[in-house]
């Protein structure tokens, strides 16, 4: 026998008895199960019932009678025999029934419209701090390790260069070693240890990865017509990893639940948790604030290594107005008028300084990286 | 499972047999020694997500976990980590218990549980947070708590009120409101303004002897504030 409900009565434990109701022409029958005995059974006509609803959340069908050896009270949860139960009563039982049924839903719904007002204002208040100050992915960003930016960013950047053709010495990689030692010796306080590989690729780019991994395409090399404007390229990026926003665009990609998980406490399962879900760093693309951002911050920064800021926004417009070629950098980094001319702006107002020009010739770091002259059409 | 309550009182233990094969779920770190045979798995109970809901919405540990005699039978020793009592129910298929989220020690593999919400006041008053655990199914049922273990009948309509932070697991076919505690009641120290529990039979409520959070409060008032 297999219980069904619960039956309480004075000789019955607290607990009640497991017992198995079920519904005949003119009442119940409720078998008790019992290992000493025979099964012993109680036969209820539907005219001696009560019915309402009770237990925990009001959904537990209550059925009371005086039965001959006192007041018995049973609790029914199975749908099944509540459904046979409704259908199987006489008419002076099923008023109660309305009755019952109709409490049952007050209750719920009254819970599921409170959960959903209190649920409703939670959502806003999160999707508010979301949008509005991204408050919560700085939070976030701000609790990650260093250490663990480097990690992640090293892991990808070894699988990268491992499918590369890698540049390892000669002028091109000499050169863009000094301009990274000019500009990194103006951020000595920076956690980050940079790491610039120049990849022989005919690709127009340049990416950073969380952690300070930067490579350089020597397609974009041969695109520029003096080191200045690589140097703004790099001051750019050197910058997107400064201001960390690689990590805010994990973060944000990967959700709210990470955000929580990394702020309330558990850390270790970024790296896992980015494996899990496929977010892929190449194709994180940053936000228009982020590259103001980068934009701004790696102007100042060419500014202090004294190199020649201009060659930053030259290189800029000339990559936004051709479209021929395979432009990467722009995929990644939208470029518009308003924001060469936001440099522009912003170049003006810097105090002016006399710019040091670098040690090598950029027409021999091109040249050694077979770059044929360029012939303007 | 076969379970055996050993050193009963404050600091009890309690033993689990295991026939080969069987599994047992047990609340994560009460583990405190086993049979060779014995393999601990950390599972979540109702997957990623609903393990990682329950962390940040009841502040429940992550994982369940599941001691399995995958090599042959044996035995496990676990223990709640405050002092205080442990009780064994058998779930009988139709009992179900409410159980607030530190009552739960182990139990069969059998048994089914469930993160539930609560109504709004309930939640907000109750102490026990919005979330309680629902523990349903047949089979064993272990649960500890903060002091010794009280168990309340109550017949049918018939009421008794609890302090609620005494709350440690309850039958579903019971009902109760909260109500604001009048004063007499022992208002805990944390809130200085106590609620309780106005609970309504049929079935069982069991109570620790001991609050936590005003054991917290007291313990307190003797660790030096660092200036
Ligand atoms: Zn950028």
Known sequence: ?377 | MKSEILYPGAFPMVRVDLAAGENIKAESGAMVACSPTIDIESKMEGGFLGALSRKFLTGEKFFFQTLRASRGPGEALLAPTVPGEIVILELDGVNEYMVQKDGFLAGADTIVIESKMQGLSRGLLGGEGFFILKISGKGTLVLNSFGAIHKIELKPDQEYIVDNSHLVAWSSTTSYNIEKATSGWVASFTSGEGFVCRFRGPGLVYIQSRNPGSFGAWIRQFIPVSE
């Open chain 1, 1 to 377: 026998m297999i219980p069904n409900a619960l039956c309480f009565g004075d000789e019955f434990p607290a607990a009640g008895a497991p017992c198995l109701v079920q519904v005949e022409e003119h009442g119940l029958t409720v078998n008790f199960a019992s290992d000493t005995t025979d099964d012993q059974s109680e036969s209820v006509p539907f005219s001696s019932l009560t019915v309402s609803a009770g237990g925990l959340d009001h959904d537990q069908l209550v059925v009371k009678w005086a039965g001959q050896k006192g007041e018995r009270t049973l609790y029914l949860k199975n749908p099944d025999v509540i459904r046979a139960f409704r259908q199987a009563a006489p008419d002076q039982l099923s008023h109660s029934f309305e009755q019952a049924a109709e409490r049952v839903r007050q209750v719920r719904h009254r819970s599921r419209l409170v959960w959903g007002l209190v649920g409703g204002v939670f959502l806003a208040t999160v999707l508010g701090l979301w949008f509005q100050s991204d408050l919560l992915v700085e939070i976030a960003v701000s609790r990650i390790p260093v250490e663990w930016e480097q990690k992640l960013g090293e892991s990808a950047y070894r699988d990268f260069l491992s499918h590369q053709e890698v540049m390892k010495e000669g002028p091109a990689v000499a050169a863009l070693g000094e301009m990274t030692q000019r500009m990194t010796a103006q951020i000595p306080d920076s956690p980050y240890k940079f790491e610039v590989t120049v990849v022989k690729s005919d690709v127009v780019n340049a990416f950073a990865l969380p952690g300070g991994y930067v490579v350089v395409f020597t397609g974009l090399m041969k695109k520029a017509e003096s080191g200045e404007e690589v140097a703004g390229v790099l001051s750019h990026e050197l910058n997107h990893v400064l201001q960390r926003h690689g990590l805010e665009r994990i973060v944000k990609s990967l959700g709210i639940m990470t955000v929580a998980a990394i702020v309330f406490g558990n850390q270790q399962g970024l790296v896992g948790m980015m494996k899990q879900l496929g977010v892929e760093l190449f194709t994180l693309k940053f936000g228009r604030e982020q590259e103001t951002e980068a934009d701004l911050t790696g102007l100042q920064l060419l500014q202090r290594a004294k190199i020649d800021p201009s060659g930053m926004i030259t290189f800029f417009e000339r990559l936004s107005e051709k479209d021929e070629g395979r432009m990467e950098w722009l995929s990644t980094h939208p470029m518009s008028a308003a924001r060469a001319d936001r440099l522009k702006a912003e170049l003006a107002a810097l105090p002016k300084k006399s710019p040091e020009p670098f040690t090598f010739d950029w027409k021999q770091v091109q040249a050694s990286i077979g770059s044929q002259t360029v012939v303007v059409p």
